[in-house]
């Protein structure tokens, strides 16, 4: 079993900066992906940005040039850099991890405000 622990978050100025941080607790072996999904109120849950195991990136199209993802594999953990944040960018933030064999987990998610 896997456990995904994230941190960071909080209440921010628009055109300020958050970095949220996700440390997987537990066992897995061979290739991965681990990232961050966000959920609006009143829509669907959608991909932020992810990272493969051989440093692969994806990122949202409305996050791409503000946003930055990052991993440290000796510790399990991937960073998420959101800088230049705008209102919509406000939501629940979760932490996935897809491995191989294939399951997926989730962190129980972290609020991002971003308001004046």
């Known amino acids: 079993q896997v456990h995904l622990v994230e941190s960071g978050g909080g209440l921010v100025r628009p055109g300020g900066s958050l970095r949220l941080s996700c440390t997987a607790i537990?066992?897995?072996?061979?290739?991965?992906?681990m990232g961050w999904y966000r959920q609006a109120p009143g829509k669907e849950r959608e991909l932020v940005a992810t990272?493969?195991?051989?440093?692969?990136?994806k990122y949202a199209d409305s996050v791409k040039g503000r946003f930055a993802i990052s991993r440290d594999s000796a510790k399990n953990a991937v960073k998420l850099q959101m800088n230049n944040l705008a209102p919509e960018d406000t939501a629940v933030y979760y932490c996935t991890l897809l491995t191989t064999p294939l399951r997926n987990y989730w962190g129980q998610g972290t609020q991002v405000t971003v308001s004046s």
């Open positions: 990272i493969t195991s051989s440093d692969t990136t």
């Open positions: 537990g066992s897995f072996f061979g290739q991965y992906t």
